[in-house]
């Protein structure tokens, strides 16, 4: 029986997966805790599938999956609770950002009873124009969203396996996790720890990534943009109404003027950028419709450990541990 699943999501980590192997080891050891350490390669284009290999040589603990391409973290994760056979899942990166330190004091907590330890980071040494955005988005979040998104939390956490079991039963395609951990409920207790630099190489969270990453949130627990393209449309219907009144009224008081060229055009500017905007935010519900539709999986899998040279063939014990949930 396997106590602790350590899930590890890894793109491009071949620098710093064995540092981070040694000092997952190192912490979860002097705990006595019977545990796993499942990795899975998202498509990565260096050397980090030859160092799993290396890994699961050399300590039978170890597992990983190694996608056919990149498909995205949230894939990855998905694809690790799937693996994950312990009595709890331990979720975190590769690049030692998430401090491995911590895990003796989420074991902790776990036995108090908590089906989700979150570790919530500050923000310590974060640049001040991407700090002030993450709170800007934190409190839009926090107005629109029909789940409660803590700034600072994120994939750093413990779940039980009724959480995981909760996590993996949930069918969508376009998966925003810190959403569904939060929707899935059960008792919570989060703790903050001083935000870490990475051991190597560089993030693969660049501008363009976190501003898709934000709008799928956004997007992924509620219908509200929509309502709100609504209100607008209204609240411009009512503002035309009403300019259109005053405008019958000032020519039946003072006669036609010839009318302005430059309120015409901020009209017409206005009126389209806002008509854009709305078919934006349907387009974007139905193409999130249009792929859930097509029920395509969520990765495929080039290699697992069993494929790997030394290790016994037939099927993987995940695969019959869940069989046997199910």
């Known amino acids: ?74 894939a990855a994760m998905l694809a690790g609770m799937r693996m994950a056979r312990g009595d709890c899942v331990v979720l975190m990166d590769a690049d030692l950002q998430h401090p491995p330190e911590l895990l003796p004091r989420m074991l902790e907590l776990r036995r108090h009873g908590y089906d989700q330890v979150v570790a919530r980071r500050d923000r310590t ?67 903050r720890y001083e935000n870490a630099a990475r051991a190597a190489g560089v993030s693969k969270w660049g501008g363009r990534r976190l501003l898709n990453y934000g709008i799928d ?11 709100l393209a609504v209100h607008t449309g209204l609240w411009l219907f009512l503002s035309a109404l009403a300019y259109a009144v005053w ?10 003027d010839t009318p302005g060229y430059a309120t015409l055009i901020t009209a017409i500017v206005g009126l389209s950028g806002v008509q854009l905007a709305t078919l934006g935010v349907i387009g974007e519900y139905v193409g999130r419709i249009y792929h859930e539709a097509k029920r395509r999986p969520h990765y495929v899998v080039r290699e697992t450990e069993r494929d790997a040279p030394g290790r016994p063939a037939g099927p993987s014990p995940g695969t019959a541990a869940r069989a046997a949930r199910h």
Request: aromatic share 10%; glycine share 8%; with cysteine.
């Open 125 to 191: 040494g974060e640049g001040a124009v991407r700090k002030a955005l993450s709170r800007a988005y934190y409190r839009l979040v926090r107005r629109f969203m029909e789940v409660e998104v803590v700034d600072g939390a994120g994939d750093f956490r413990l779940l039980s396996r009724r959480a995981v079991d909760a996590v993996l039963s949930l069918p969508e395609s376009n998966r925003f996790s810190k959403g569904l951990f939060s929707w899935i409920g059960f008792d919570t207790v989060t703790f």
């Open 247 to 256: 405008i019958v009224a000032n020519a039946l008081l003072d006669g036609v």
């Open 1 to 74: 029986m396997v106590d602790v699943s350590v899930v590890v999501p890894c793109f491009d980590e071949g620098e710093v997966v064995a540092d981070f192997h040694a000092a997952v080891v190192a912490a979860l050891e002097p705990t006595g805790a019977v545990f796993e350490i499942a990795y899975v390669d998202d498509g990565s284009r260096d050397a980090t599938v030859e160092r799993l290999r290396e890994l699961a040589g050399a300590d039978g603990r170890v597992r990983y999956t190694s996608f056919s391409r990149n498909f995205g973290k949230e």
């Open 217 to 227: 949130g956004l997007l992924s627990f509620n219908s509200r943009p929509l309502r």
